[in-house]
């Protein structure tokens, strides 16, 4: 029997464990590094580059290097974060065949989930070399507030990259279960406060004897550490065309090499009150090369940063009122992503929850170390342990007027039966066509269609007669089966929901084979 693992597919890096002698254990790469850059790049010579060595050519190669596609997985291209992501990403996001997103890197189209399989590779072969074994399956994180279409992608990409879905669970779920295998078995309320490179989320559970329910969770797609790199760069940039009456805008590589210095800088600052950002030939202006300093200090960083920081204090607040408990309540505050470490982060972390966050867990590792004891669990014979989701994001129909209406709210613990009744809008109408929508907007052109089905040969009367009860049935997998019945004449139509994440099974077989002479480069490395 194989090995199984647990993977961290995170927007900024991705995270390999596996459970070694009873614990689980980050694995390194073969130089030692414990995250994996989550980067694509192709060569000016059409190779192919994964994490570190990808992400170090980013600078020379900035049309050729993809990073933070787990932003635009599952997506499509016509959504409101795939526009955002046009104007801030740097390399070309293109229409693919059914309204997908493709990323378009070294003259390539890519579909995202052939991005992220590029990643998930890295972290099976890493896996494969230092266990020493065959990867049997593993259990992947997502962000809880991930659509079905982005749970399905997320698969999509495992089964590109050769690799078997033990299931696909909720990052804060994946940080409680590697806490709690810390701590002694005890009944507690905890939050995890999750603020990485691109997104921010919290979450309220409640741990029992290997119980984990998820009470509420809340979050911003857009509010992480990318965008407070975001906020420095432009009043670097800024300050920079006041003095030198220079856009660096327009300098792709000046661009790139500030942010990476400005990243960097902003780490330091989490131990040191001030660093020098020096980045010499910089850029070229009339009277010639620009050798770029500049003095950061922390006070001026928190100053940047601070009103992101406030929002994720909104977010928390409301997290908890959907939670219904009092904030006073909660035993531990486990922070989880790199962001965290930053000391504006625990200080506003610290006043909020009045308590000083759990500081004995790595907030890069503990994602990828719950999902490997999950993954672990659910192959050993030992009694596993009972996760409790929930739906994070609402799901109903569409009714007249393009609203929609919601049966299974969101934060509801699933597995979950919701029915409601619904009536004709005209006189003798014959079929109602059901639209299923998951979303947490009020009209269903801000949601995502899951899928739709007419209910045929209802009674015919007065418009507002009929009684239509719609039922939704979400399993404990997260699998949506919906019917629709004429109550009166028992007549009814039922569906299961199959996620759709853009690509047909043709193409997933077609990228898993184009995947295969990386996967033998990777094995030889
Ligand atoms: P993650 O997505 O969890 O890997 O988090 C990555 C984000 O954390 C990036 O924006 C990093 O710049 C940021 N980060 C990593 N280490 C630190 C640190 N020591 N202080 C502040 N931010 C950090």
Do not use: W
Request: with cysteine; proline share 4%; net charge negative.
């Amino acid at each position: 029997m194989g090995k199984t693992i647990g993977i961290d597919l995170g927007t900024t890096n991705t995270c390999v464990a596996a459970m070694l002698s009873g614990k689980p254990f980050v694995i390194p790469s073969s130089t030692g590094n414990r995250l994996i850059p989550s980067y694509l790049a192709v060569t000016p010579d059409e190779k192919l580059l994964v994490g570190v060595r990808a992400k170090r050519q980013s600078i020379t190669n900035p049309k050729g290097t993809v990073f933070a596609a787990k932003r635009l997985i599952g997506r499509r291209y016509d959504s409101e974060e795939v526009k955002i992501a046009k104007e801030k990403m740097p390399y070309e996001i293109v229409s693919g065949p059914h309204g997908d997103v493709r990323v378009v890197c070294g003259g390539r189209q890519f579909s995202v989930p052939e991005i992220s399989a590029a990643i998930l590779l890295e972290a099976k072969s890493m896996a494969e070399k230092f266990l020493e074994d065959d990867i049997e399956g593993a259990c992947i994180t997502v962000p809880a507030y991930f659509n079905e279409s982005q749970r399905q992608a997320t698969i999509d990409a495992a089964t590109i990259a050769g690799l078997k879905v033990l299931r696909i669970i909720n990052e804060p779920t994946s940080s409680a279960i590697a806490y709690a295998s810390k701590r002694g078995r005890k009944s507690e309320l905890i939050a995890v406060y999750d603020l990485g490179g691109g997104t921010f989320d919290i979450s309220i559970l409640e741990l029992g004897e290997g119980v984990y329910e998820v009470l509420s969770t809340a979050g911003d797609t857009y509010l992480g550490g990318q965008d407070i790199d975001g906020v420095i760069m432009n009043h670097l940039v800024e300050e920079f065309l006041r003095t030198n009456g220079v856009d660096l805008r327009q300098d792709m590589m000046a661009i790139q090499r500030m942010r990476d210095a400005v990243e960097q800088a902003k780490i330091d600052l989490s131990v040191q009150s001030e660093v020098t950002i020096s980045l010499p030939f910089l850029t070229e202006t009339t009277h010639g090369a620009v050798h770029y300093t500049h003095v950061l200090t922390r006070g001026k960083l928190e100053e940047l940063a601070s009103a992101m920081i406030e929002r994720t204090m909104e977010i928390c607040r409301s997290a908890i009122d959907r939670a219904h408990i009092a904030k006073e309540n909660i035993s531990e505050v486990i922070l989880v992503g790199g962001q965290t470490r930053s000391p504006l982060v625990i200080r506003r972390v610290t006043e909020f929850f009045g308590k000083q966050p759990n500081r004995s867990i790595n907030p890069d590792e503990v994602v990828a170390e719950g999902a490997s004891i999950h993954a672990y669990n659910i192959v050993s014979p030992l009694p596993s342990n009972i996760l409790v989701d929930i739906t994070a994001l609402s799901l109903g129909i569409q009714t007249k007027g393009g609203f929609f209406t919601e049966i299974v709210p969101r934060n509801t613990a699933i597995p979950v039966t919701r029915k409601r009744k619904f009536t004709t809008t005209y006189d003798n109408q014959e079929a109602v066509r059901i639209s299923v929508y998951q979303g947490n907007e009020k009209l269903t052109k801000d949601t995502e269609l899951l899928g739709e089905f007419v209910l045929s040969g209802i009674r015919l009367a007065k418009k507002g007669i009929p009684n239509i009860e719609v039922s939704f049935d979400m399993n404990g997998e997260g699998i949506l089966q919906v019917t629709a019945k004429d109550a009166d004449l028992g007549s009814e139509q039922s569906v299961v929901l199959e996620a759709k994440s853009g690509l047909t099974n043709d193409e997933i077989a077609s990228m898993r084979s184009r995947m295969t002479s990386l996967e033998l480069e990777l094995k030889d490395q």
